[in-house]
């Protein structure tokens, strides 16, 4: 069965990975020229570790991630408002999230992956079926026909366009009304920073930090803006926005390469009525982009891969053995997808918040929720298969 992925993000690689352990020779059609280390850090969340482990990766991520032992919210002076701890169990073997640079998972996951398997430079432009196969016209003028394609090129992905919205492309995309800033600063946080994951929360903005390696700090702002905006905010201005924020804050931004800084505008995807169509399917944040606020965008892009894999596992290459897999598979995510970016949105939403009187209830709110639904809220997020 010949196999086409159009995408080589974590969803495109890991999807590679797990077709490869059922035995299906995938090839990877990427836009990008090179897969650069560049980017900033990434949380990868048990229910991801979980699946990673699968393809024998735990030991390289340990080997280039910090261990987080908990994810802390405080409010701007300092003061905690909530803590969850990240160990879950999956029958009986405990994982944690792990903090780590984008690049280097990146790397981890190419390595598992034939070099012959990944095209650079093949820009996707249109997919179309003809008779009994899928043939995806690339801009450099190649063509690749396939039994199956899988669209995991990401939150502006052309493959979902094609399929199911050729007229506006930008009809699915929903701004959270948020503009985010990451960075990576070389700082050595104190002892009490270190192995847990910290965002504060102030009026209409907020600030999360973690750190990936030794002397190296992952951060992310965001801030409420109701219409994106296209200039950019250098790290004078962010500094300026978060002077009122606690210690580190304003030790990690001044220790940030001006280069480094990352900004895009928050999205997600309205849900769309189906992930499939014929020979092609679309996986990761092609099919369920969500906000960043659950740390969770990438961890549903592997576990879509490890299903859609389970899926086509007993699959030939005929069309309706091919849609009966791509409807256990959708099956098999859907209810959780949804619900994730759902409770990520409103998530996002609540840091929008930026009245005084708001900004205190919410905080309350936050402070006094009950550790059992602290625990029934991350159980359901990290639950896996
Ligand atoms: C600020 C921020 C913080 C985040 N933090 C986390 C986190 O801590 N944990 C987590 O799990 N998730 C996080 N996410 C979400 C995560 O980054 C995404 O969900 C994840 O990268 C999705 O992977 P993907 O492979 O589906 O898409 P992408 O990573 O977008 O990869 C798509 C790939 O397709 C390629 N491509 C695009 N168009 C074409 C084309 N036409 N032809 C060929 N190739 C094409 C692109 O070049 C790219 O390589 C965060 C997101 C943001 C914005």
Known sequence: ??????????????????????????????????????????????????????????????????PIQAMQILN?????????????????QGFQTHAIHRGRLQQILLS??????????????????????????????????????????????????NLFHPR?????????GQICWRGIASIELKENWQ???????????????????????????????????????DLATLQKTFKHYVSPVQDILASTPENKLIHDHIYDLDPLTTW????????????HATTPNLGQGGAQAIEDAFALAQALSASRSSQSDIEKAFTD???????????????????GQVTNLSNPLA??????AVKHMSKRMLQRSTKQIYAWP
């Open 112 to 161: 598992k992956v034939s070099k012959e398997a990944i095209k650079l430079d093949y820009k996707c432009q249109k997919l179309v079926f003809r008779g009994d196969q899928a043939i995806v016209d690339f801009q450099n003028g190649y063509k690749q026909a396939a039994d199956l394609v899988i669209g995991a090129d990401g939150l502006r992905s052309k493959i979902r366009h």
């Open 329 to 347: 598979y959708e099956l098999a995510r859907r209810s959780k997808v949804d619900k994730v970016v759902q409770a990520s949105w409103q998530i």
């Open 1 to 66: 069965m010949k196999a086409v992925i159009i995408g080589a993000g974590i969803g495109g690689l890991t999807t590679a990975i797990a077709l490869q352990e059922k035995g299906i020779e995938p090839l990877i059609f990427e836009a990008a020229g090179e897969l650069t280390t560049k980017g900033a850090g990434i949380l990868i969340p048990p229910n991801a570790m979980a699946v990673l482990d699968q393809y024998n990766l735990t030991e390289q991520i340990q080997s280039m991630a910090q």
């Open 168 to 176: 506006s492309p930008e009809k699915a995309l929903r701004y959270s």
């Open 359 to 364: 900004c205190y209830m919410r905080n309350t």
């Open 276 to 287: 499939s169509l014929n020979r092609a399917v679309l996986l990761g944040d092609a099919a």
């Open 195 to 233: 192995h847990r994951l910290t965002e504060v929360w102030g009026r209409g903005t907020r600030f999360g930090f973690v750190q990936i390696a030794p002397g190296e700090i992952y951060w992310y702002a965001t801030q409420h803006q109701k219409v994106p905006f296209t200039e950019r905010v």
């Open 76 to 92: 701007n002076h300092g003061q905690l408002l909530s803590s969850s701890p990240t160990l879950h169990e999956y029958q009986g």
